[in-house]
Nanobody, 126 residues
Framework: QVHLVESGGGLVQAGGSLRLSCAASGLSFGDCAMGWYRQAPGKDREFVSALSWNGRVTHYADSVKGRFTVSRDNAKNTVYLQMDNLKPEDTAVYFC???????????????????RGQGTQVTVSS
C-alpha cells in the first residue's frame, strides 16, 4: 500500500521560511514524478510544484516561482519543498502527490496523479 506522509508545516510570520518533507513508501519512488499541491479553506486545489523522477525537470506555479524550491532524494524516498519569503496567501494545507503515469508537466497542466498524502498545514501570519 502506498503511503505519502508530509511533515514540516507550521505557523510562520510573513517573510519567513519553512521546509516541507514528504516520505514515500509502498511504491517505486525512483520511477515516479512527484509534486505538491495546496488547498486553502473554501478554495479549489492549486498546483504548487512538481519534479521528474530524476529531479532534473521542475515546474512551479507562477504564484510561488522564485520563492519555492522543490527537490528530491531518491535514496531516502523523500521529496522536499523549501518555501522562502512566505506570504499570508500561501496559507493552506499542502499535500504531496506521486505518479508513475503522469509527468511533472502533466501534474501541472492536468492535475493528474495516482497517490496523495493527507497534507500538512502551513499558516503564514501577516
Amino acid at each position: 500500500q502506498v503511503h505519502l506522509v508530509e511533515s514540516g508545516g507550521g505557523l510562520v510570520q510573513a517573510g519567513g521560511s519553512l521546509r516541507l518533507s514528504c516520505a514515500a513508501s509502498g511504491l517505486s519512488f525512483g520511477d515516479c514524478a512527484m509534486g505538491w499541491y495546496r488547498q486553502a479553506p473554501g478554495k479549489d486545489r492549486e498546483f504548487v510544484s512538481a519534479l521528474s523522477w530524476n529531479g532534473r525537470v521542475t515546474h512551479y506555479a507562477d504564484s510561488v516561482k522564485g520563492r519555492f524550491t522543490v527537490s528530491r532524494d531518491n535514496a531516502k524516498n523523500t521529496v522536499y519543498l523549501q518555501m522562502d519569503n512566505l506570504k499570508p496567501e500561501d496559507t493552506a494545507v499542502y499535500f504531496c502527490v506521486a505518479s508513475i503515469e503522469a509527468t511533472a508537466l502533466t501534474m501541472k497542466q492536468r492535475g493528474t496523479f495516482e497517490h496523495r498524502g493527507q497534507g500538512t498545514q502551513v499558516t503564514v501570519s501577516s
